[in-house]
């Protein structure tokens, strides 16, 4: 018995093809998905159509009032949502992991609920009165990953419904049913169609991307599928907000106390274990305090327990599928063989059932080396050693993805000097992917455009439109 037993039957089809979910820290039996069609698509954007204009008419209050109430739900069934997200993606209950992945959809339905929109009177100087008012677009699209599957859906379902559309969500194969409980949770505030989950492959994905009566896809996921939805979207001219892959190098600067910021980096890369778009990737070392750091980054990363998510003592899981998890060990394995010192980990235990990678730091390695250079999106972070700030900027910039950065620094304004040099649509001083729903979010380079969250989020899921009288 689970006690999300209930809710899990309840989006377990009782017809219809399937896709069996395992665990990927045990290897067991999670429950079936539906594996729905493009047939199926169709049927949930006539739905959504024919529901979304009595939501938009209801104007912003009464949206409000009901993302609210959906706040409260997701919080009634919290503890359901979490234990089942844990067993599907992995991640452990406790740490920044599944309860706070549950308390944050939460937050942001309340805040998209509660950020004023007033429409802006742009001139009115006696001849001309122009103002500026955000109309709802109609259907939007939500394609998202699998990494924070509920949180990311509800970064784009919630400002889209506040908004006055009605949202079709696809998620990720490997973590449908967390999307699903979590939309089933939701809709008991919702009126009938106007949030519906398709629960297919790629080539849903594809059809939602390209189809006429969607005017806006909000994608969060890798750079290269991002590409194929905007190739995708350009016959129907679709808005698209992008939130992409991204390499997110953090700058020590010779005056940060190695001691003081060891644990503020450790969580800024291992998030999640290291599945987080915006986690700290590449970290980059004055000599001076390079072993220093290297050693006391060691010390936190060692202690941290790693194992079956719904273990409550853990704060580590494993890589969510075997794909990642294989990228994970070929970069570090590539980096070993280039000559590059493994501090910890690099070492998986081949006999432990699930996708279980040690938390693993790599230091005096190129900054070509490619487990710096790509997206390694696990427990693997390499540390690279420089000589002059310049030298750490010009190879923080080096690549084409920024959508975040961090600099650590005792010194707040050489920190912000830093920081401003730096090519990101992020940049945080002694911490990094701090993500907060009041302020704006978004990739610089090819790690994407639009924002997400605050008011430039909720204006995102509008169409501008002027009054000029
Ligand atoms: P992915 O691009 O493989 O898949 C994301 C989604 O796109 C899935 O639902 C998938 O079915 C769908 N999809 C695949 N091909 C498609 C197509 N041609 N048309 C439409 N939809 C299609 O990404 P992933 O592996 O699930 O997620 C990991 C990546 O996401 C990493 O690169 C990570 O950095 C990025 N990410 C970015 C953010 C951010 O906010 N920038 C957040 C989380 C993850």
New binding site residues.
């Given amino acids: 018995m689970e006690t999300y037993d209930a809710l899990l039957a309840s989006i377990t089809p009782d017809a219809g093809e399937t896709r069996t979910i395992f665990d990927p820290a045990t290897g067991t039996v999670v429950g079936a998905a539906p594996v729905h069609t493009v047939q199926d698509l169709e049927q949930a954007i006539a739905a959504a159509e024919a529901a979304q204009p009595a939501w938009a008419a209801l104007g912003h209050d009464a949206r409000s009032t009901a993302l609210l109430r959906a706040a409260d739900a997701v919080e009634r069934s919290a503890e359901e949502l979490a234990r089942l997200l844990s067993r599907e993606q992995g991640k452990p209950l406790n740490g920044p992991n599944a309860r706070f992945e549950v308390g944050a959809c939460a937050a942001w339905l309340r805040a998209a609920a509660g950020t004023p929109l007033d429409p802006e009177t742009v001139v009115d100087d006696g001849e001309t009165r122009a103002e500026l008012h955000y109309r709802p677009i109609g259907v939007v699209g939500a394609?998202?990953?699998?990494?924070?599957p509920m949180m990311?859906t509800i970064w784009q379902l919630a400002p889209a419904l506040r908004m006055g559309n009605a949202v079709v969500v696809?998620?990720?194969?490997?973590t449908p049913l967390s999307v699903l409980a979590l939309a089933k949770v939701i809709n008991e505030e919702l009126p009938d169609g106007l949030l519906s989950v398709v629960s297919g492959?790629?080539d849903v994905?594809?059809a939602?991307?390209g189809h006429p009566a969607i005017g806006k896809v909000m994608?969060?996921?890798?750079?290269?599928?991002g590409k194929?939805?905007i190739k995708?979207s350009a016959d129907t001219v679709k808005r698209l907000t992008l939130?992409?892959?991204?390499n997110d190098a953090g700058i020590v600067l010779p005056d940060a106390d190695p001691k003081a910021i060891a644990e503020g980096l450790f969580w800024g890369a291992f998030i999640n274990t290291g599945q987080?778009?915006?986690a700290l990737k590449r970290l980059y070392v004055h000599t001076d305090i390079y072993d220093a750091v290297c050693e006391e980054l060691t010390a936190v990363a060692a202690a941290m327990p790693m194992g079956v998510g719904l273990d409550e003592t853990n704060v580590l899981g494993p890589l969510q599928n075997k794909q990642q998890y294989d990228v994970v060990a070929r970069l570090v394995e590539a980096a070993r063989e280039s000559g590059a010192r493994i501090l910890l980990g690099g070492n998986p235990d081949a006999d432990r059932p699930g996708h279980f990678y040690p938390a693993t730091l790599v230091a005096d390695i190129d900054n070509t080396n490619p487990l710096v250079a790509e997206?390694q999106?696990g427990p693997a972070l390499p540390i690279v050693r420089y000589g002059t700030v310049d030298e750490a900027v010009t190879m923080a910039n080096a690549l084409d993805v920024g959508?975040g950065a961090s600099v650590w620094s005792a010194d707040a304004v050489a920190a912000r000097n830093v920081a401003a040099r730096l090519e990101a649509g992020t940049v945080w001083i002694n911490k990094h992917g701090a993500v907060d729903p009041r302020i704006p979010f978004g990739?610089a380079k090819q790690?994407?455009y639009g924002l997400e969250f605050g008011v430039e989020g909720l204006k995102a899921l509008g169409v501008p439109q002027v009054i000029n009288g």
Avoid: Q, V
């Fill in positions: 394609i998202g990953p699998w990494n924070w990311i696809k998620p990720s194969e490997y492959g790629r994905g594809e939602l991307a994608f969060t996921g890798s750079t290269a599928t194929a939805i995708s939130e992409l892959g991204g987080t778009c915006a997206e999106f959508l990739g790690s994407g």
